[in-house]
């Protein structure tokens, strides 16, 4: 069986308590500014604290007026978008604050929510190009130096329980506030304000599906402040889990085999998920899913969809489940499907207003089965990864909010009406809308061959620079994991995966598709490029090398095409799938010393033609590269083919090998691996959607290899 290597998977106690990670040594030497990002890294950098993306800080701290030179207080703010884990400076908006404060006399009602938000960009300070997010006026409208608002579940747990005021109270007696339901904007910030003023000596307001939001008069106390809260509703609520099992106890029990179900339901899944654009998913079996997806409680639960903001932006407002019994029938697969998409449809019907946009796609984002898992699919990765991390929220939520039944509580979701008001909102919208356009190849995904070697390597790094998901497969492990974390580094974790994989075993080669699977969900791009290179006379050429190379060049590619056929086929209606063989100049013309090479090399490429033909009413195109002499880079050409080709030319295996495949080039150049990535890249991509059963030569220039 292949080995694999994946990103870990995020793990969770329930709701395990903050550390207060304040270092007072770091802090002593920042500026105010550099204090408030201080806090920000340590409070979004704590997935304990808030999720990824999720939360705002900031400060209140004195500047100067760029053209007045004036002594002015400005609202350093978490711009729109970013994450406060990973921001830098410029991450904050700036905003001069007496304009903030000025904007409540253009402010009649919750009607003006809105429009308030088109005010912001005048108040600017210092032409700052970060744009303010939404939650600007609830830190502008208190008094304090210091704000934080973050989600941690254990808040949230209490924010979405119909027992989560009494809970407040029982924790912190009247320390804490409490407010309803309030979609964010201008309305909410006033309201808070305005229950901060009538309840002095408040640490924090609770705001009911959203989170907390708390301060302090300097930087250390606000953190300080923010993280005991958290801690504080952690330890209330792992006393009341404490009392009997979650979600009802367990009804169906986890299973041994699935990973393997995960991987064979998941191409299909997708192939049935139509769309403008593809999907790429993600699959995750963590302890705190399967205790959820196996429960009594599950379906109830399931139904009632997420409740914070930024839970079902990400996650749509519920999930579609499946019966682990009947995974198996397609039929009823695509009727599940089919009644989700109705279903959302439904929704967007009821809910809509007259200026709303148009209905997105509404294929579900997640996916849960009963004793296997949760799968989840979005248009790339990261984005795929991020929302099953945050349904992962939604059952902590979902637990602790259910752990407070004695008080009157358990777990509410949204009001359908203010969820959709939330995902359909136009400040949403435009921002949607003000994204750049994706990357040719966002929502594809490739499996490389010999992906450690130059040629492979070079591929991968095309495709991922113009947006697809890589599986790097080669047999040795050492270049693999280098490449495969050079890769990592440059491109993102989420992208790329890999596994040792020997492409002659059968065995090991299903079981790296069946990786690649359940690392994204299925397959759109094959490139077989793992070979080998031999050099010999025909009475020199025993058997065991003859058979050799065959085993590589023949059966590795039939053996890798067969893999990937299943999972190609599934994607006829969204524009197919493609396979790219690489072959070679000598798959064309004679070559001598080398009739067992070049000889496989023909057969491969011959299996190209018959595997354009089977695979084109499936709309899955086979292809084509030859290269030439491509010795830069080439594991192969650094072994003895090197020399026996030297031999054979009778010339020096050095600098004269290169000069003298330059040389007999018609163009007199040398081939790189990345320009047989650049041939790959236009087989495996749309620009070559009407070609199928072809050849590329990218040799130079070679007239034996001219295809007639």
């Not at 998977?9 to 204090?35: H, I, Y």
Request: proline share 4%; aromatic share 8%; with cysteine.
């Amino acid at each position: 069986m292949a080995t694999v290597t994946t990103r870990p998977t995020r793990t969770a106690t329930p709701f395990a308590v903050p550390a207060n990670r304040w270092d007072d040594g770091v802090a002593a030497s920042k500026s105010p500014e550099a204090l408030l990002l201080y806090r920000s890294n340590l409070l979004g950098g704590d997935l304990t604290v808030t999720n990824f993306g999720g939360g705002n800080t900031s400060a209140k701290l004195a500047g100067i007026d760029p053209l007045t030179g004036a002594a002015v207080d400005v609202l350093w703010v978490k711009g729109s978008g970013g994450d406060i884990g990973s921001m830098a400076l410029d991450g904050f908006a700036t905003l001069y604050q007496d304009k903030l404060r000025a904007l409540e006399a253009h402010y009649a009602g919750p009607q003006d929510d809105d429009k308030m938000v088109g005010f912001l960009p005048h108040c600017t300070f210092n032409l700052n190009s970060r744009a303010a997010s939404i939650d600007t006026p609830l830190h502008s409208l208190l008094p304090f130096a210091h704000i934080d608002h973050v989600h941690p579940d254990a808040l949230i747990a209490l924010a979405a329980s119909a027992g989560g005021e009494a809970a407040t109270r029982e924790i912190w007696g009247g320390a804490v506030g409490w407010l309803p339901w309030k979609r964010p904007g201008f309305t909410l910030a006033v309201q808070l304000r305005d229950h901060v003023a009538a309840n002095p000596g408040l640490r924090g307001v609770m705001l009911a599906g959203h989170g907390i939001i708390c301060w302090g008069d300097s930087a250390k106390a606000c953190y300080d402040n923010t993280v005991g809260l958290i801690a504080d509703a952690a330890r209330y609520l792992n006393g009341k889990l404490a009392d009997g099992p979650a979600f009802g106890g367990e009804a169906v029990a986890p299973r041994e085999d699935r990973a393997a179900v995960a991987a064979d339901l998941m191409p299909r899944l997708r192939g049935l998920m139509g769309g403008a654009r593809r999907k790429v998913g993600h699959f995750a079996d963590d302890a705190e899913t399967l205790e959820f997806v196996g429960s009594h409680d599950f379906a109830r639960l399931a139904a009632l969809g997420t409740s914070c903001p930024d839970h079902f932006l990400r996650t749509k407002i519920a999930p579609l489940t499946l019966d682990p019994a009947r995974l198996g029938d397609e039929a009823y697969l695509a009727a599940e499907l089919d009644a989700y998409r109705a279903g959302y449809a439904a929704y967007y019907a009821r809910c809509k207003r007259p200026d709303s946009p148009a209905i997105r796609d509404a294929n579900p984002v997640v996916v849960l089965v009963p004793g296997v898992g949760r799968m989840t699919f979005a248009a790339d990765k990261t984005t795929a990864r991020l929302a099953g991390e945050f349904y992962l929220n939604a059952i902590n939520v979902m637990r602790g909010a259910e752990a407070l039944k004695a008080l009157g509580g358990g777990y509410i979701g949204l009001d359908e009406q203010e969820a959709f008001d939330i995902e359909y909102w136009l400040l949403e919208e435009a921002k949607l809308q003000r994204m750049p356009a994706p990357k040719p190849l966002v929502g594809r995904i490739a499996l490389v061959t010999g992906g450690a070697g130059g040629i492979g390597a070079a591929t991968a790094a095309r495709l991922m620079a113009d947006g697809a998901c890589v599986m790097l497969l080669d047999r040795d492990e050492g270049a693999l994991d280098a490449v495969r974390d050079g890769f990592a580094e440059r491109f993102g974790k989420d992208v790329v995966r890999s596994a040792v994989c020997d492409v002659t075993d059968e065995v090991q080669v299903a079981g790296a598709f069946e990786a690649c699977a359940r690392a994204f969900g299925g397959l759109d791009i094959l490139v077989a490029n793992a070979g080998i290179a031999s050099s010999a006379p025909l009475e020199e050429t025993t058997l065991a090398l003859w058979q050799k190379n065959y085993d590589v060049l023949a059966q590795g590619y039939f053996l890798t095409a067969r893999a990937a056929f299943p999972s190609m086929k599934r994607m006829a209606d969204q524009g197919g799938a493609s396979i790219v063989f690489i072959g070679s100049k000598n798959a064309l013309a004679a070559a001598v010393g080398a009739s067992a090479y070049a000889s496989a090399k023909a057969a491969a490429n011959h299996l190209a033609r018959c595997l354009a033909l089977e695979g084109a009413p499936h709309g899955i195109r086979v292809n084509v590269v030859n290269p030439d002499a491509v010795i830069r880079g080439s594991r192969i050409w650094d072994g003895d083919w090197r020399k026996e080709r030297a031999g054979a030319h009778g010339i020096d295996a050095g600098e004269e090998l290169e000069a003298h495949y330059r040389a007999r080039s018609l163009l007199k150049r040398d081939v790189l691996p990345e320009d047989i990535a650049q041939a790959v890249y236009f087989l495996a991509s749309d620009m070559s959607a009407k070609s199928t059963g072809n050849m590329i030569n990218v040799d130079a220039g070679n007239a034996q290899a001219f295809v007639r």
